[in-house]
């Protein structure tokens, strides 16, 4: 089960890159002819109000005749609330005065806008469409529960996790192999009186994309995971390297979990007297 996990779990991932990276080219193409639409969607441009409003208005002269009631009904139909000071802030940016390019210009960026929008409320669909399948898969796999339970994972990073890591109870001799093999823990290098501490340069990178987003959702989920962080940041140490400190630690809680058949307990992962290390 766990393969099947990993084909749709990195099938996600390369869909989020995907919207990611249209994201980027909307940005682009708007930055040279609208720039009064990066303004009003400022906050999400790729959010579905945002794509459904340019769709509806992809040059500044349709945006600038979009009624205050047409704003409001496509942000009510996105799910948006406080609808009358958004909308109202919307028609002010698409209706600012602003240097304008040549009509068929404009023209030719729209045909792109409206382009790039259909394409990305696809792509935003099918991502919805995986997590959900991802969150039915998880839950039938042996493992779930345990993962499920750590701090700063949900449905979708669990199924990532655990896809990398793989479900065979013996791959793994040990919690150092796991760090290892997620590229969390350190590399020491030393040469007479140095030494410097380096990350690991050959690793499963969706692993360690999946551990940094894990680590600092778990910021906010664990007091200890907190207590570790900021014990690295006080120590000088970066915001990535404090993460990956954390995602070092957090993977050896879940060895110490999926070996014991376990759930998490914050207790025992962080006692009170233990200094938030790695």
């Not at 002010?92 to 929008?117: C, D, E, I, K, N």
């Not at 042996?142 to 791959?171: K, M, Q, T």
């Not at 006080?234 to 990956?244: D, I, M, P, Q, V």
Request: net charge positive; hydrophobic share 40%.
């Amino acid at each position: 089960m766990a393969e099947g996990i990993k084909v749709l779990a990195r099938s996600h991932k390369s869909l989020i890159w995907t919207r990611q990276q249209l994201g980027n080219q909307l940005r682009s193409a708007l930055l040279g002819f609208y720039p009064g639409a990066l303004e009003a969607f400022a906050d999400d441009l790729c959010g579905l109000d945002a794509l459904s409003l340019l769709k509806q208005a992809p040059t500044p002269d349709q945006g600038r005749r979009l009624s205050l009631a047409k704003i409001s009904s496509t942000l009510r139909a996105a799910g948006r609330r406080n609808l009358e000071p958004r909308a109202a802030a919307i028609q002010h940016a698409l209706r600012a005065p602003r240097l304008a390019q040549p009509q068929l210009v404009a023209q030719a960026y729209g045909l792109t806008v409206v382009s790039l929008a259909g394409v990305l409320q696809e792509v935003i669909a099918n991502i919805q469409h995986q997590e959900k399948e991802l969150g039915s898969w998880l839950q039938r796999h042996p493992d779930a529960e345990i993962y499920l339970s750590l701090p700063g994972l949900g449905n979708v990073l669990s199924a990532r996790v655990l896809a990398e890591f793989g479900d065979d109870p013996n791959r793994f001799h040990d919690g150092k192999a796991r760090k290892n093999y997620a590229g969390t823990s350190p590399i020491t290098r030393a040469s007479g009186r140095s030494k410097v501490v380096m990350a690991r340069f050959i690793r499963n990178d969706r692993l360690v994309d999946a551990c940094q987003l894990w680590a600092f959702s778990a910021l906010s989920a664990s007091p200890g995971a907190r207590r570790c962080y900021d014990a690295q940041r006080a120590n000088h140490k970066g915001h990535e390297e404090a993460l990956r400190i954390l995602a070092n630690r957090l993977i050896g809680i879940l060895h110490g979990c999926l070996r014991h058949r376990q759930l998490y307990s914050e207790d025992i992962a962080w006692p009170a007297t233990a200094e938030a290390a790695a």
